[in-house]
Every structure is written in structure tokens, then in C-alpha cells.
């Protein structure tokens, strides 16, 4: 008898082993570094690439622009490599102050025609302009040392005047060696534009054209308009909200006449005024202002004049407007007349100052204060050239008088009133009311 026991299931249970998670492979600190460097290089060199090779195309502001976001880039990126405990297999991108030749101002000419628009947004000149100002200048500039032609000095010059550009980029840009040579050729061809346009301040030489130009606007025997502007300098040297004035002649097509520049903004207009050339001319040589009266139709004799503001003294040769007073009830008919031409007129100063900023834009920047010596000496560079693109019929930048620094905050003049510049402002008021009925 064969016994039967029960059976037992003996299945084992699976047994389960916890298993330890991988943690994430740690890159090192040196690794990541490296890699993120490798990027910003590779997109820095991709960009002066970019920029190399399609120069010509951009406009000044936008090379400008990236070649000062490329240069810091550089430089930051010089600075993180050498915080590095190991060197890395990394090269540092391009250096912008060493692009291979030929250089951009070249490889302009080889492309540029003679009526391409680039040459006025490079220059602020059409090619036919620039080649006449480099004619009259060459003379004056084949004494460069180190020797550089004539022709890029003059566009490196009027390139930094029209955007501002470094020394460095003047010198990468022109095929100059350093930017102590750009520094020193921008200057030389600064003083052989004073040297041979001096002589487009025409308030002497061109005296009855002035009139002629003025009489066109209802202003008899007047003989340009005063005014001035103010510049901004930083640093304390000037005070807070320091800047330099400039006081200039202005004729009735915007030309300057007359620039007395770099007076802190500290004096009053009256002390520049007396201080300067024009005042001299007028009351001591007595060899401007000289010419013959004018006779208004009611017999009143005009002498010549100018016009200012009414910051400046009232004088025989000075017509400022009439200000309204506690002890008067307002203007007449004949003084609202005068000060309504007087005020249009004025405008012409503003518009002057204002096209000499949009097209240079060096001086409408803010001036660093060890470059207060050399203010002059470039603002005056830009009225001539102001001048002599006037006369070679260039198309004038539009300007918004709103821009230009508010000369209404200066306090009328309170001196002595004098009697004979009251008399002739008196007859010319009543005669610019006559002609006001008369249209």
C-alpha cells in the first residue's frame, strides 16, 4: 500500500532588490567653463566675420555699434581666460584693432560711385563735395607724418566729426597705424579747414548779399542774427549741469557769420558778448557795422543792425525785442509787429545750431571734460564745414527747433537802457506794423 502525503506548493516569491538610483553624472566646473567660453568665442569670431564682410553694406551707426559690442566682448573674454587655473585649448576671437587689408575706407572707394548715397552717410558729403574740399585742402596736408594720403586723412577726419568714431576705428577703418596717428590726423585736417575756409565767415566781405537776404523777411539794413548755444561737458570742473556756449552771426540762409565758441556757461551772454570779436569790430576798430543808413518811409534813419535776444543789451547796433513789464499793460500794435519778425528771424540761429548737431554728430555729444581745451577748435571746423556744404548746395538736415537747448530760461537784460538803441528799435517797430497792415 503505497501511502499518499499531501503536497505542499513550494513556489518560491520573487525576492526584490532595491536598487540605488544613478545619480547624474557631474560635469566638472572646469568643463562647463570651458564649454560656455568655446560658445561666446565661436559666436564673437562668427560676428567680426559678419561684420568683415559686409561692412560696406551696414550704415556707420550700425558697424559702429557692433564693433563696440565685439571690442568688450573681447575684452571680457581675455579677462574670464586668464581667471582660468589651467590654460584651455582656446583661442581668444579676431582682434578688431588688426583686420586683415585692405581696409574698409579702400574697399569703399573700389565700390562707391560718384553720386552713391554713402558717401553722405559716411561723410556728410556727396563724393563731388568731398572731392572739391579735398582739392583745396590737399596742400595743407601733405606733411603728414607718419605720410598718409591726402584723401583718406580728410574722410578719416570728417567721419569721426559725422559719428563720433574712436581713434581705434579711425585707425582700423583709414589704414592709420595707430590711434595716436588718427588722434593726430584728425587735428591736422581740423586746422586746414580753419586755415583754407576761414574766409566763409563773410560778415565783412559779403556785407551787402547779408542785407540783400534780409530784406527779403521785412528787415531793413539788418544785418545777420545773434545767438547761442550750449554744449554739455561732463565731470565738475564747469559745476553740475556744466556746459560751454557758443555765440554765433547768422545770416538769413543759415550761415554762420561770425563763432566766438568755449565760454563756460557760468558767464553771463552781455560778458560774452563785450568779450568777444564782434563787439570788438563794432565798438572799438569800428570796422564792421560801418555801412550807410536807411531810410524808412517816414524819413527815420536805420542804421546797420543786428538782432538778439533779449538777454543781450539794447543797443544802436543790437535790436533785442520788447519784454513786458510790471509798469506797462502789455505791448502796442507797433511792438508786437517788431517782436513778431524779431522772433522768426531769431529762429535762424536755432536751425544754424541745430543742422551743425545732426550732421556733426561729435559736438552734439556730451564733451568729456579734458577735451574742453580742443571744444573750440572743432566747433568752429563744423560751422565752416556747415558753410561751405551751403555753398555747395548739399541738401540741409531737417532739424526740430525743439531739440535744441532752451535759451528762454536766461533772464532778460536788466542794465542801463540805451536811448538811441531804443529810438531806432522804436522806428523799426512802428514801420514793420505799417507793413504788416499793408498785406
Not at 26 to 32: A, C, G, K, M, Y
Not at 187 to 213: M, N, P, Q
Not at 302 to 318: E, K, N, T
Not at 345 to 362: N, S
Request: a neutral charge.
Amino acid at each position: 500500500m503505497v501511502a499518499t502525503g499531501g503536497s505542499r506548493n513550494t513556489t518560491a516569491k520573487p525576492t526584490t532588490k532595491k536598487r540605488r538610483s544613478k545619480k547624474p553624472q557631474q560635469i566638472p566646473l572646469h568643463q562647463t567653463l570651458t564649454d560656455l567660453l568655446s560658445l561666446v568665442a565661436s559666436a564673437t569670431s562668427s560676428a567680426h566675420s559678419f561684420l568683415s564682410h559686409h561692412d560696406l553694406r551696414l550704415l556707420p551707426s550700425q558697424t559702429l555699434l557692433l564693433e563696440s559690442h565685439l571690442s568688450s566682448t573681447s575684452t571680457s573674454l581675455s579677462s574670464l581666460l586668464s581667471l582660468l587655473p589651467h590654460p584651455l585649448p582656446l583661442s581668444p576671437p579676431p582682434s578688431l584693432s588688426s583686420p586683415p587689408p585692405p581696409c574698409w575706407f579702400h574697399r569703399f572707394l573700389l565700390s562707391s560711385s560718384d553720386y552713391d548715397p554713402r558717401w553722405v552717410e559716411s561723410f556728410r558729403m556727396s563724393k563731388p563735395s568731398f572731392s572739391l574740399l579735398l582739392r583745396l585742402l590737399t596742400p595743407s596736408l601733405s606733411s603728414l607724418s607718419p605720410p598718409t594720403p591726402p584723401d583718406y586723412a580728410l574722410a578719416a577726419a570728417l567721419f569721426r566729426l559725422s559719428h563720433a568714431a574712436s581713434y581705434k576705428s579711425l585707425a582700423r577703418r583709414f589704414d592709420l597705424n595707430s590711434s595716436a596717428t588718427a588722434c593726430r590726423t584728425f587735428y591736422t585736417v581740423c586746422k586746414a579747414i580753419i586755415d583754407k575756409l576761414g574766409h566763409l565767415f563773410e560778415f565783412k566781405s559779403d556785407i551787402k548779399r547779408i542785407v540783400v537776404g534780409f530784406g527779403w523777411i521785412s528787415l531793413p539794413n539788418c544785418c545777420g542774427v545773434l545767438g547761442f548755444d550750449q554744449f554739455q561737458v561732463d565731470g565738475e570742473l564747469l559745476g553740475e549741469d556744466g556746459s560751454l556756449m557758443v555765440q554765433a552771426l547768422v545770416d538769413s540762409e543759415g550761415r554762420f557769420l561770425d563763432v566766438s565758441a568755449g565760454w563756460p556757461s557760468t558767464m553771463s551772454p552781455e560778458t560774452m558778448l563785450r568779450q568777444s570779436g564782434l563787439f570788438s569790430g563794432v565798438e572799438e576798430s569800428r570796422e564792421l557795422l560801418d555801412g550807410p543808413c536807411f531810410e524808412l518811409s517816414d524819413g527815420s534813419s536805420i542804421p546797420q543792425y543786428i538782432l538778439g535776444d533779449s538777454c543781450f543789451p539794447l543797443l544802436p547796433w543790437l535790436l533785442t525785442p520788447f519784454v513786458k513789464s510790471d509798469c506797462n499793460n502789455g505791448l502796442n500794435s507797433s511792438e508786437r509787429a517788431f517782436n513778431s519778425v524779431h522772433r522768426e528771424a531769431m529762429e535762424l540761429a536755432g536751425m544754424a545750431f541745430g543742422r551743425v548737431r545732426a550732421r556733426w554728430k561729435l559736438v552734439s555729444n556730451r564733451w568729456k571734460e579734458e577735451c574742453i581745451e580742443s571744444f573750440p577748435f572743432i566747433i568752429v571746423t563744423c560751422c565752416l564745414l556747415h558753410n561751405f556744404l551751403i555753398k555747395c548746395s548739399e541738401a540741409l538736415p531737417d532739424v526740430n527747433l525743439g531739440d535744441s537747448e532752451d535759451q528762454d530760461v536766461l533772464n532778460a537784460f536788466e542794465g542801463e537802457v540805451d536811448d538811441d538803441g531804443v529810438r531806432i528799435r522804436d522806428a523799426l517797430a512802428l514801420h514793420l506794423y505799417r507793413v504788416s497792415q499793408r498785406r
